[in-house]
């Protein structure tokens, strides 16, 4: 089930970012150890007590040089058309503005809960100045402070009440859910219409045609599968067209209800920056990649292009040296053949989950043969090892001090685990836990 959206959305020098940050916590300035992934920092994941939920500062959100009311009109719209539950955050200092009441002019025309939060109430006295705020009509204000923490639990609280409770894009466990992600025109709408072998999806050689997931039911000997096309994502800055602009967030919801992920290159074009950063939405969502290269086709070639196209891909994709690649060109078909199967290993490997005993021989012949290392003279003593999850599988390795179990240890763990098993396009996450 996608998980529910919550935007941040009020006048400009209210505290929307430091308010966004708070929220995410340490999520926002985790560094990824293994190179080539960037973070959008006006979209992330958070939680709060038993949700999981995302979360969107429209603070972040570039508009250029738009004047101050079109400004703040275009990031209400993003969050009216993006989010389930609206924050409406306001500057507890300065009173209600022309401004705010603006926003809540916007804000009115929405069916979607909003919450108003007076921001900067950073002690107990200045509580008795929010009152002003109810003027602007949704309700009681929630007084809180982004810089020093206070009132979140209560916001967040409120906030979390008007989650929805199901989501209708839900399918059974054995349908096959895929998206198509890439940057405009690399042929994902051309793609989806060869696997189905009719012209379900508009074909354009304008970029940026496709501006919603759109979800097609489809069975291919016996397997049932379901296809999330996505809005191409453009390069922020390069798109200036509200709708196009905002389609990377719909494109990131449907990677989150997604089994696996079909990462879309123009082969022809080659690899540059924005395919990395794509592809770096869905290794952080968890999801099983299938890098594909489309337009192959068209693409001058020998008997060793493919293998250093491949090579090419390798290096710049560090981040996922466990998906899979497909050439194939979705104008001619060619090779068309080679994706379903492709896609099948991949969810199978996303679901795999192995037995705790052979794992653990795995492991323990793993160590043998090399030996964890040593720290200011303490070695790392590894005791069990147990997987918890899947989708993404995830093994738990219960260790005699976690602060011993370093990055390069856990990579080799991984490693023995997939040589042993088959992982095909998944990613596996290892979690060291010191044991009781």
């Known amino acids: 089930m996608a998980k529910p959206t919550v935007a941040i959305v009020g006048r400009p020098n209210v ?58 009109r275009q990031q209400a719209e993003v969050a009216i058309d993006e989010a389930d539950v609206i924050i409406f955050l306001t500057n507890g200092r300065e009173g209600v503005t022309a401004a705010d009441e603006e926003v809540a002019k916007i804000l009115y025309k929405t069916k979607k809960p909003v919450v108003l939060a007076v921001n900067k109430i950073d002690n107990p006295d200045m509580r008795a100045d929010i009152y002003d ?20 639990g209560d916001l967040l609280d409120e906030v979390a009440k008007h989650f929805p409770e ?73 798109v200036y067209e509200t709708t196009e602009k905002y389609s990377v ?50 693409v001058e070639k020998d008997e060793k292009t493919m293998k250093e196209f491949e090579e090419k891909i390798r290096a710049h994709f560090l981040f996922l040296d466990y998906a899979p690649i497909v050439f194939l060109s979705a104008k001619t078909k ?22 705790t005993n052979v ?23 590894l005791y069990y090892v147990t997987q918890v999850a899947v989708k993404p599988p ?7 001090d976690t602060e011993l179990f370093h990055f390069s240890y856990a990579r080799f763990i991984e490693n023995r685990i997939r040589d042993a098993f088959e992982f095909t396009g998944t990613p596996i996450k290892i979690i060291g836990r010191e044991r009781d």
């Not at 794992?359 to 003593?381: E, M, S, Y």
């Not at 093994?395 to 005699?400: A, C, E, H, L, P």
Request: charged residues 25%.
């Open 166 to 238: 199901h989501d209708a894009g839900d399918y059974d466990e054995d349908v096959i859910k895929f998206c198509l992600i890439g940057r405009p025109n690399v042929g994902k709408s051309s793609l989806v219409n060869a696997l189905l072998g009719e012209e379900r999806v508009i074909v354009s050689n304008v970029a940026g045609t496709t501006r919603d997931a759109v979800d097609t039911p489809y069975t291919k000997d016996g397997q049932e599968y379901v296809i999330i096309d996505t809005a191409g994502m453009r390069k922020k800055g390069k």
């Open 249 to 298: 967030l719909r494109a990131l919801r449907a990677i989150e209800r997604s089994d696996v992920v079909l990462v879309v290159i123009d082969g022809e074009e080659g690899i540059i920056e924005q395919d990395k950063h794509i592809a770096g939405y869905a290794h952080e969502a968890g999801r099983a990649v299938v890098i594909v290269v489309n337009k192959w086709d068209a």
């Open 394 to 400: 995830t093994f738990v390795v219960f260790v005699n």
């Open 15 to 72: 505290g929307k970012s430091t308010i966004f940050n708070r929220i995410v916590g340490e999520r926002i300035s985790i560094v990824e150890d293994i190179p080539g992934v960037t973070r959008d920092r006006i979209y992330s994941s958070a939680d709060w007590l038993t949700h999981d939920f995302n979360i969107i500062d429209t603070g972040g959100i570039d508009i250029g040089d738009e004047p101050f009311l079109t400004q703040i």
């Open 359 to 381: 794992l653990n021989d795995v492991i323990a012949d793993a160590v043998a043969r090399n030996p964890a290392p040593t720290h200011n003279g303490k070695r790392l003593k």
């Open 133 to 152: 705020f109810y003027t602007l009509g949704f309700g009681e204000p929630f007084p809180i402070s982004g810089s020093h923490g206070l009132g979140l």
């Open 334 to 355: 060619k090779r068309i053949h080679t994706l379903l199967p492709m896609i099948n290993a991949a969810s199978e490997s996303h679901s795999l989950r192995v037995q």
